[in-house]
């Protein structure tokens, strides 16, 4: 399981990304395309990301998660060099920004929030401009991404009358035009409808498996679970976990139980997971279980001779909770006192 | 240049573009036919004086009469409208940050943005004189112009002499543009900049009205902007001139200097 990143002095040994070489490793991992090097910005009186550090590899579709105003996009709009670092900095393949930003942005492409486009220009003359800014682009180039993100039959219709999805989808084929090594994608499936969310992450796990790296923010916890291989969690402009997503699952949840024999199932559960895990609520057993628990519950109590009626997720446990968990357990690694602003990040 | 360029196709696909031209296309014609409706009054009831009294009797002088009233207010006011555009306008609609987003300079970015602008007032003025030429010319016909000195000149050299106050009055509006370009720098209201750029031209119109500022007089470029007007005479009066043009080049210089130092470290946050 991955584990909450500790305190500030001790983190950039666990993290792989201090000082690493941007190409090769000697482990044989993919080289790292982004990382941060305690990245820090301060407006005025707020820290709105504080020594960050991240890493990224080759092939990764990168989940950075976070709820809102947890420093997210503060933290891209210094990767691309949009706002400058109050200290530290972020290396992209071999170049270090905002130093060597110019360079750094020929590997880069994305948009922050939302995407911004000349309105009075078609989807095509918009792509052939902003393309043009990192080289030459072929028209041939510009019908595939258009194609990509859906936008084909489209392409020559004025940007001012683009819903919001379809300009957060031309700010995709925007960021795929150059084919960068490294696509950044701000909140991509914001405002967007179910159908609309559904082609982006699609779009976003597609480009995964052609191996481009993506960084993708996000505040919902389902969406970087669908497409992300790794992540990392922000809070309060610091790192509270990060590593492949399969282990950033909630470690708890509870479940509903409903029976043929309630008295009797509470015993038995209670023996098999702790009196305090379970509580009466109405005609339900609520117990506090993760899904193996659950699932040996429930084995235990056929086994038992009960019916079970109905096993029903009693919460779903947001990435708000999950913020909360972590914060806990960090204050209690932390000797009750640093939290997650004082001693992870 | 590439981004001179890819800034020029901006240019040329923004309607507010063609209003501005339109605008000053459309005064020279104005007061050509204002002038010719009004031909048989010999008292303009107190115009804006001799040049256009001169462009009465003659038609080459109607760009110089056309410049001379928009140099008044709207030919300020569309240069520090341009110049606030560059920037704070990009920044309002959110592209300055899609085109940051490119391997571009920050002061290659700034360079292109006072460029596009030049070339628009420029784009602007030429349409002033053309439309003057052909209102004028219409109206008055073209003939050999008596300068404000006395002399008659040919109509080839006439021409030429307006061409160069022109060149004069071209350089003089980038003062004010380059003045709402710093501006704009500092907000992301291009409202902001235009008017912030405004009121300083207006401030230093009202120091030049009063006696007791005479001793800022030669530090403020709106005080050198009629000096165009030495190339009406003959020989032209170069003094007041070379002295316009070294105040606006110093102007342009500090201005955009000072452009370049704020918009370098800028954080682009909409």
Redesign the interface.
């Known amino acids: 399981m991955t584990t909450p990143t500790e305190h500030p002095d001790s983190a950039p040994a666990a993290l792989d990304g201090g000082g690493a070489p941007a190409h090769g490793t000697l482990t044989g991992e993919p080289p790292i395309v982004l990382a941060t090097h305690d990245l820090t910005k301060r407006f005025a009186k707020t820290l709105a990301v504080d020594r960050l550090n991240l890493t990224v590899r080759r092939g990764d579709v990168f989940g950075f998660l976070g709820p809102n105003g947890a420093g997210k996009t503060t933290t891209i709009r210094m990767i691309v060099g949009l706002i400058f670092p109050t200290s530290g900095y972020a290396t992209v393949i071999d170049h270090q920004v905002p130093r060597d930003k110019i360079e750094a942005l020929k590997h880069m492409g994305g948009f922050v929030e939302v995407p911004a486009f000349y309105g009075n220009m078609s989807a095509r003359r918009n792509l052939r401009l902003m393309g043009s800014l990192n080289g030459q682009v072929e028209e041939q180039r510009i019908a595939e991404v258009l194609d990509i993100v859906g936008l084909s039959e489209r392409a020559d219709s004025k940007v001012g009358d683009y819903s919001h999805g379809m300009k957060q989808r031309l700010g995709i084929a925007n960021a795929l035009i150059n084919q960068p090594e490294l696509v950044i994608l701000d909140e991509p499936t914001s405002g967007l409808d179910p159908q609309g969310m559904k082609d982006v992450r699609e779009l976003v796990r597609e480009l995964g498996t052609r191996g481009t790296t993506v960084f993708l923010s996000s505040h919902l916890l389902h969406e970087v679970e669908q497409v992300c291989n790794r992540a990392a969690i922000l809070n309060k402009g610091r790192v509270v976990i990060e590593g492949p997503v399969s282990e950033l699952h909630p470690e708890h949840s509870s479940v509903k139980v409903l029976t043929s024999d309630q008295e009797r199932a509470r015993q038995i559960v209670a023996a098999l997971v702790g009196a305090q895990q379970v509580t009466v609520d109405e005609e339900y057993l609520i117990v506090e279980a993760n899904n193996d628990a659950a699932r040996e519950m429930v084995s235990r109590l056929v086994a038992e001779g009960i019916g079970v009626d109905a096993v029903i997720p009693a919460r779903e446990q947001g990435l708000e909770d999950f913020f909360l968990g972590l914060t806990q357990s960090s204050d209690v690694d932390a000797g009750g006192a640093a939290g997650v602003a004082g001693g992870a990040r | 240049m590439?981004?001179l360029r890819?800034e020029f196709?901006?240019l040329v696909?923004?309607?507010r573009s063609y209003v501005g031209w339109g605008g000053l296309l459309a005064v020279p014609l104005l007061v050509s036919l204002a002038l010719y409706l009004n031909r048989n009054n010999h008292h303009p009831g107190g115009g804006p004086g001799g040049v256009v009294s001169l462009a009465r009797h003659d038609g080459l002088f109607m760009p110089i009469a056309a410049i001379l009233l928009l140099s008044a207010f709207l030919l300020p006011l569309l240069a520090s409208m341009v110049g606030a555009y560059q920037l704070a306008g990009e920044s309002e609609?959110?592209?300055m940050?899609?085109?940051?987003?490119?391997?571009?300079?920050r002061g290659g970015v700034l360079a292109s943005k006072w460029g596009i602008a030049m070339i628009y007032v420029g784009i602007g003025l030429v349409l002033v004189f053309v439309g003057g030429l052909i209102g004028g010319g219409l109206a008055f016909g073209l003939h050999a112009p008596l300068l404000l000195s006395g002399q008659t000149v040919s109509v080839g050299h006439g021409l030429w002499l307006t061409l160069l106050s022109f060149l004069y009055v071209f350089v003089a509006v980038g003062c004010v543009l380059s003045l709402a370009l710093l501006f704009a720098t500092f907000t992301n209201s291009s409202l902001t900049a235009a008017v912030a750029a405004l009121v300083v031209v207006i401030v230093m119109g009202i120091l030049e009205a009063f006696s007791y500022f005479d001793f800022l007089k030669p530090y403020l470029f709106t005080s050198h902007t009629d000096a165009w007007q030495g190339f009406l005479s003959q020989p032209i009066d170069w003094h007041p001139i070379w002295t316009g043009l070294v105040t606006f080049a110093i102007y342009i210089a500090a201005l955009m200097a000072a452009a370049w130092y704020q918009f370098r470290?800028k954080?682009?946050?909409v």
């Open positions: 590439m981004l890819r196709t901006k696909f923004q309607k609609t959110g592209t940050k899609t085109w940051l987003m490119h391997s571009i300079s470290r954080d682009i946050l």
